[in-house]
C-alpha cells in the first residue's frame, strides 16, 4: 500500500445524501488564520501539519499530529492561547516507516496514542503506544491492535478515531476496499478490539472526533464535502442507530474537532503555497434548542374563507396575515441566527374572533401535533400571550420551558368596553382596532345592531372586559361585582394564575397614557332600545401608563415583569425589544445580528377585501399592488387616482370591500362585479377609484361605472324579490346612465329621482328582514345622484333644506319615547330604532353636505328622511 492512497482518499468526491441542521453553531474560522507555529525539528524539515488530535490538558493546548517532510512521522505540539504554537518533539516509533493519523487518549493511567501505519509491501493497519505523560512514549508498549480482516477492509484500515467511556474503549476507524468505508470495534482493554461485522458509513469518509453532549454523542468525520457529523443517543456500539447526518464545514482537509467549555474548535490544514497549515475555526457551544411557537395578536392570523366568507376552516389552514409586518424582524432575526421555519420555530395561527379558551384548546392539539421531543418557549403577543396562558393554566407546564407575553392583557383591556356593551369602537391605530371595523363592516346585514354583530361575529372581546374596577360613575367606582356584563374566562382563570409564574416572563410597555377606563353616565334612550350600555355610556376616558393599546399593570403579571419605553407594535418589533425576548429565551445573540421588524401603520391607508371569484390588483402612481389572500393593504394612501383590477377566476358575481383609514375618521364603501366571461380569466374590470383629502368620502370616479355597479346590484336581488317597482327603477338607471353621458342635467335628476321613489315603492312591499339591501342600494343612489348632479343646484334653496331639516329633527325625540313606551309594552322595536339611527344619520350628512354647497346630495337625503319617517313608527 502506497502512503500516497493514505493522503487521497480525503480528497476523492464522491455525492451522498446529506442535509442541513444545526446541532450546534456554524463554525466561524478565525480571522487571523493560519495559526502560528514556531520551532523546528532536528533533522526534519516540516511541509505541512495535518491529521492533527487535541486535548486540553493541565491548562496547555496540546496536539499530536502528522507531520509532513521526508515521509510522514508523528510529532507534538503546545499552545498556551490555542493561537500561538510550539512545535516539541519528532517522534519516529518504525524506524523511518510512515506513522500517520493520531488519536490520543487520555485515561487514569496515562496517555494512550493510536496511530495508522504501512509496512513496505503490507497492509495499513492501526497501532498503539502508552505515554506516561503524553511526551514521552514508551517504545515497549507498541503494538499493533488492529489488521485489515473483512472483505470490505481488503486494503487496510486507518484513520482511528479512540474514546474511552466507562471502561470501555470506542475506535471508529477507516477501511479501504474499493472505497473508504467507516468501521467500529470496541474493547474492554483498549488492545483487543472486537468489530462489527457491517461498515458504519460510506461513500469516502474517514472518522475525526466523537464529541458528547446532552446525552448525545456527535461523530465528527471528513467525506469529499467537507466535515460531517451523525448522532446517536445511546452507548455507541454495532447497533446504534447514527441519524441527522449533515454538514457543518465546507471542505476543509485533515481535520479534528475538540471541545471545551462552551465551545468547539475545529481544527483542518490548509494547503497554501504546497505547505499544508494549521488553521482553526469555532462553533460557540449550542445548547439543543427549544421549538418556538409564536402565537400572533389580533389580525395577526388570516385565513380568507373564514374572515371574508364565514367558513369554517381548519387551525391548520390559517396563515400569518400578510398585511402585519410586526413579527417580520422576529422571524428573521430566528433564521439569520440559525433557526429554521416549521422545525425550530413555528407560528400558531388561529380565529383571534373566537374565545379565548376555544383557542387555547387549538393551541393544546396544536402542540401535540407536532411531536416535540422537549419542552417549547412559547411566545405571545397581545392576544396571543392571553392563549398561551390560557393553554398553560388549563393544560400544564409539561410541554412549556418559558411562557413569554408581549404586551398581552391580563387584566384585560378598558377599549374593549364600548364594543361589548354599546357596538361602538375607539379610533386607534392598532391591529386590534381594524380587526374590530373589519368584522362590523363585513357582517353588517342591517337587520343586527352594531353591538349584536359584535358578540355574535368576534365573541373574544367578552374575554376582554377589565377583571379589575374600570369604571366610575361621576361620584363613585363602580365595581365589577355589580356590573351587568363581567369577563369571566380571565376571573375564573385567576386563582391559579400564580402556578406558572415560575415559566412565566411578562413584558408591558410604557409609551404613554392609555386608556384604562371611563367615567360613564345613564344610558341614553337610544341606548335603551338597542339594549346598549347596561352599565353606562361613557363620556370620559381614564388613563394609565401603558403601550397604548394595553396598560402596563393589565400587561404585567409573575415575578419580575419586563418593562419597556414601547408602544404596543414596538414591543414585538424593535431591535431591543427582540433583544429582550430571544435574551429572556436564553438565545445568545449580538445587536449587529438582530433584523427589526416594522410597524403595519394604518392611518393614512386604504384596505381593500375581495370577495371571490376575482383577483384583485391595485395600481397606483406606477407601483402594483397584488392582492395576497383577498387583501390588498395600501400604506400611506394620499389623495391621488387609484386603478382597482378586478380579474375573473371562477364565473359569478364578487364584491370589493373597500375601506379609507384615517386618524379622524374611516369611510366604506363596496363595489359590485360580475364575472361572465368564458375563460372567466379573459375578463378584467376596471375601476378608477379617487382619494381626495378634500372630498374624504370613497368614491368611483367614472359616472357610468356607478350606474353599471348600481344596475347590476339592484338586478341580482331582484331575481328573488321579483318587484315590478325595482324593475322600473333599474330601467329608469339605464336612461338616467345615458342623460348622464349627455349631460342633460335636468331630465337626469328627475329620472334619478323618480328611481329613488320606486325603490322605495319596492321597499315598503318586502317583509322587514329584505328591506336592508333595497336600503344599501337607496345609499348608493344617494352617493350616485351626488357626483353627476355635482353642482347643479338649480331650483334648490338652501334656506328650504335648512328648514325641513330643522322640522325633522322635532320628530326625533317624541319618536324615541313612543318607541320606548313600546318596548316597556313588549314589543320588538329594534327595526324602528334601526330606521331612526338611519333618519338621523342622514340629517347630519345633510347638514354637512349644505355647508359644502353640494345641495343636491342634501336635497335626495332629506328625501329619504322622508320616506323613512313614515316607516319608523310602524310596529
Known amino acids: 500500500m502506497k502512503k500516497i492512497l493514505l493522503v487521497a482518499f480525503f480528497l476523492f468526491t464522491t455525492l451522498f445524501s446529506s442535509k442541513q441542521t444545526y446541532a450546534f453553531e456554524p463554525f466561524i474560522p478565525y480571522e487571523e488564520n493560519p495559526l502560528n507555529v514556531t520551532g523546528q525539528y532536528y533533522n526534519w524539515e516540516e511541509a505541512g501539519i495535518i491529521q492533527a488530535s487535541f486535548l486540553y490538558d493541565e491548562s496547555k493546548y496540546k496536539m499530536w499530529y502528522t507531520s509532513l517532510g521526508n515521509g510522514m512521522r508523528l510529532a507534538y505540539g503546545e499552545s498556551t492561547d490555542n493561537v500561538n504554537w510550539e512545535r516539541k518533539k519528532l517522534y519516529n516509533f518504525l524506524n523511518n516507516q510512515d506513522i500517520h493519523d493520531p488519536s490520543i487518549l487520555k485515561t487514569p493511567q496515562g496517555y494512550v496514542l493510536y496511530f495508522g501505519t504501512t509496512p513496505p509491501g503490507q497492509h495499513t493497519r492501526i497501532m498503539r503506544i502508552d505515554s506516561s505523560n503524553g511526551i514521552d512514549f514508551d517504545l515497549s508498549t507498541l503494538q499493533t491492535v488492529l489488521m485489515p480482516e473483512q472483505s470490505w477492509e481488503w486494503a487496510g484500515v486507518s484513520s482511528p478515531t479512540i474514546y474511552f467511556e466507562n471502561g470501555a474503549y470506542y475506535l471508529f476507524y477507516t477501511a479501504l476496499s474499493n472505497n473508504w468505508k467507516m468501521g467500529f470495534a470496541y474493547s474492554t482493554d483498549g488492545i483487543h478490539f472486537t468489530k462489527c461485522h457491517d461498515f458504519l458509513l460510506e461513500a469516502d469518509v474517514a472518522p475525526k472526533s466523537l464529541v458528547k453532549k446532552d446525552n448525545i454523542y456527535y461523530l465528527f468525520f471528513h467525506s469529499p464535502n467537507g466535515v460531517e457529523t451523525v448522532e446517536t443517543t445511546s452507548q455507541p456500539s454495532c447497533n446504534s442507530n447514527w441519524t441527522n447526518r449533515h454538514i457543518v464545514f465546507d471542505s476543509p482537509r485533515f481535520h479534528s474537532v475538540m471541545h471545551k467549555d462552551n465551545a468547539l474548535y475545529l481544527y483542518y490544514a490548509k494547503n497554501i503555497n504546497s505547505l499544508w497549515s494549521l488553521n482553526r475555526a469555532s462553533s460557540s457551544e449550542q445548547v439543543k434548542k427549544n421549538p418556538i411557537i409564536i402565537i400572533p395578536g389580533f389580525l395577526g392570523s388570516w385565513n380568507k374563507d373564514a374572515i371574508l366568507h364565514n367558513k369554517i376552516v381548519l387551525q391548520q389552514d390559517w396563515i400569518l396575515n400578510p398585511i402585519a409586518k410586526e413579527y417580520e424582524g422576529l422571524e428573521k432575526t430566528l433564521i439569520h441566527l440559525g433557526y429554521e421555519k416549521n422545525k425550530d420555530f413555528y407560528y400558531f395561527n388561529y380565529d383571534w374572533r373566537k374565545d379565548i379558551e376555544s383557542n387555547a384548546d387549538k393551541l393544546n392539539v396544536f402542540i401535540n401535533n407536532l411531536h416535540l421531543e422537549q419542552p417549547a418557549d412559547l411566545v405571545g403577543h397581545s392576544l396571543g400571550g392571553i392563549v398561551g396562558r390560557i393553554y398553560a393554566q388549563k393544560y400544564g407546564k409539561t410541554n412549556i420551558e418559558h411562557l413569554v407575553t408581549v404586551g398581552s392583557p391580563h387584566q384585560g383591556i378598558a377599549k374593549s368596553y364600548m364594543a361589548v356593551e354599546g357596538g361602538e369602537i375607539e379610533t386607534d391605530n392598532s391591529l386590534f382596532w381594524l380587526a374590530e371595523k373589519i368584522v362590523l363592516q363585513l357582517y353588517k346585514d342591517g337587520l343586527k345592531t352594531d353591538r349584536q354583530i359584535l358578540s355574535e361575529n368576534f365573541p373574544v372581546i367578552q374575554n376582554l372586559i377589565p377583571t379589575t374596577d374600570f369604571l366610575k360613575d361621576e361620584s363613585q367606582v363602580i365595581s365589577i361585582s355589580n356590573m351587568a356584563i363581567k369577563n369571566n374566562l380571565l376571573s375564573r382563570y385567576q386563582d391559579n394564575f400564580n402556578q406558572i409564574f415560575d415559566i412565566l416572563q411578562t413584558t408591558s410597555g410604557e409609551k404613554g397614557m392609555t386608556t384604562s377606563g371611563y367615567v360613564v353616565k345613564k344610558r341614553n334612550v337610544i341606548d335603551e332600545l338597542l339594549d346598549n350600555y347596561p352599565d353606562g355610556r361613557p363620556i370620559q376616558k381614564l388613563t394609565d401608563m401603558g ?49 427589526e421588524g416594522k410597524r403595519t401603520n394604518l392611518f393614512p391607508s386604504l384596505i381593500f377585501l375581495m370577495l371571490s371569484p376575482a383577483k384583485l390588483e ?25 386603478e382597482l383590477r378586478a380579474t375573473g377566476q371562477d364565473n359569478g358575481r364578487y364584491s370589493i370591500l373597500v375601506g379609507r383609514l384615517t386618524e379622524e375618521k374611516d369611510y366604506w364603501t363596496r363595489i359590485e362585479g360580475i364575472i361572465t366571461a368564458n375563460p372567466p380569466s379573459s375578463q378584467t374590470d376596471i375601476y378608477t377609484l379617487l382619494l381626495d383629502d378634500q372630498f374624504p368620502q370613497l368614491s368611483l370616479s367614472s359616472s357610468s361605472t356607478l350606474f353599471e355597479e348600481l344596475i347590476l346590484y339592484l338586478s341580482d336581488i331582484n331575481i328573488t324579490f321579483k318587484k315590478a317597482d325595482i324593475t322600473k327603477a333599474i330601467n329608469n338607471l339605464k336612461f338616467s346612465k345615458q342623460l348622464s353621458e349627455v349631460q342633460n342635467k335636468g331630465k337626469l335628476k328627475t329620472t334619478l329621482l323618480l328611481s329613488h321613489q320606486q325603490l322605495f315603492s319596492g321597499y315598503y312591499k318586502l317583509p322587514i328582514q329584505e328591506r336592508a339591501k333595497v336600503l344599501y342600494a337607496v345609499e348608493k343612489l344617494e352617493r350616485l345622484h351626488d357626483q353627476v348632479m355635482g353642482s347643479y343646484n338649480i331650483g334648490i334653496s338652501p334656506s328650504k333644506l335648512k328648514s325641513d331639516i330643522r322640522n325633522l329633527k322635532k320628530l326625533d325625540l317624541p319618536t324615541q319615547t313612543f318607541l320606548l313606551s313600546m318596548k316597556n309594552k313588549g314589543k320588538n322595536i329594534l327595526k324602528n330604532t334601526q330606521t331612526l339611527i338611519e333618519i338621523n344619520k342622514r340629517l347630519k350628512q345633510a347638514e354637512y353636505s349644505i355647508s359644502q354647497n353640494r345641495l343636491n346630495y342634501a336635497q335626495i337625503l332629506l328625501k329619504s328622511v322622508n320616506e323613512l319617517v313614515k316607516e319608523v313608527r310602524k310596529l
Open 618 to 642: 391595485i395600481r397606483v402612481g406606477g407601483k402594483t399592488y397584488q392582492e395576497q389572500e383577498g387583501v390588498v393593504f395600501i400604506e400611506n394612501a394620499l389623495s391621488n387616482s387609484y
Open 547 to 595: 403601550d397604548l393599546t394595553v396598560t402596563s399593570v393589565s400587561a404585567k403579571g409573575g415575578e419580575n415583569p419586563i418593562i419597556l419605553s414601547k408602544d404596543h407594535g414596538e414591543l414585538i418589533y424593535t431591535k431591543d425589544a427582540i433583544k429582550q425576548l430571544l435574551d429572556t429565551l436564553q438565545i445568545g445573540v449580538e445587536d449587529k445580528d438582530i433584523i
